[in-house]
T-cell receptor, first 113, second 114 residues
Framework: QQQVKQSPQSLIVQKGGISIINCAYENTAFDYFPWYQQFPGKGPALLIAIRPDVSEKKEGRFTISFNKSAKQFSLHIMDSQPGDSATYFCAAKGNTGRRALTFGSGTRLQVQP | NAGVTQTPKFRVLKTGQSMTLLCAQDMNHEYMYWYRQDPGMGLRLIHYSVGEGTTAKGEVPDGYNVSRLKKQNFLLGLESAAPSQTSVYFC?????????????FGPGTRLLVL
């Protein structure tokens, strides 16, 4: 059972455009929602993260929007650049037990010059 | 400071063979994890450890065993490899407690089982 659903599977954006990736979760016990960025042949690396007590977090061109009542969160990449071309994973972590991450299925972003 | 390292980078096995994947971290992290990454399925947790000498099952533990004899190392074993275990394996670690929840990932091991 997939607890974190991510869409779209792939995304093509023109340079300078806005990239938007969406995730929805089911488990109300999740208390930490990170986004990871992965380049080909590399391991995922933390990009930005949010906790459910805030509705938005911005770091440079990257913003997470969080809707607790809808159990949804999204990543917005402003002024998208070719260097942003990568696979993006949303994830969620529960507040008890193993404290491991449950990942979405990933979105392959391609930013065309 | 190398972070999280994994060996080997790539391996080809025949069905039924065994192997061990090694993960090492130099950040003195308590928590360590093994994930597998398959197309369209994100990363799925195989096993994890919350400290030296402790291990526990994740979402997809069948066919794998792990050991954490030293705090800095986390080993993933395949006793009898199957084609369904063809995947990219990632190790990760994180600190215990504190504000940061960041998991640091290794570069991955690509495994092909024929």
């Amino acid at each position: 059972q997939q607890q974190v659903k991510q869409s779209p599977q792939s995304l093509i954006v023109q340079k300078g455009g806005i990239s938007i990736i969406n995730c929805a979760y089911e488990n109300t016990a999740f208390d930490y929602f990170p986004w990871y960025q992965q380049f080909p042949g590399k391991g995922p690396a933390l990009l930005i993260a949010i906790r459910p007590d805030v509705s938005e977090k911005k770091e440079g061109r990257f913003t997470i929007s969080f809707n607790k009542s809808a159990k949804q969160f999204s990543l917005h990449i402003m002024d998208s650049q070719p260097g942003d071309s990568a696979t993006y994973f949303c994830a969620a972590k529960g507040n008890t037990g193993r404290r491991a991450l449950t990942f979405g299925s990933g979105t392959r972003l391609q930013v065309q010059p | 400071n190398a972070g999280v390292t994994q060996t080997p980078k790539f391996r080809v096995l025949k069905t039924g063979q065994s192997m061990t994947l090694l993960c090492a971290q130099d950040m003195n992290h308590e928590y360590m994890y093994w994930y597998r990454q398959d197309p369209g399925m994100g990363l799925r947790l195989i096993h994890y450890s919350v400290g030296e000498g402790t291990t526990a099952k994740g979402e997809v533990p069948d066919g794998y065993n792990v050991s954490r004899l030293k705090k800095q190392n986390f080993l993933l074993g395949l006793e009898s490899a199957a084609p369904s275990q063809t995947s990219v394996y990632f190790c990760a670690s994180r600190n215990q407690g504190g504000i940061s929840e960041t998991q640091y990932f290794g570069p991955g091991t690509r495994l092909l089982v024929l």
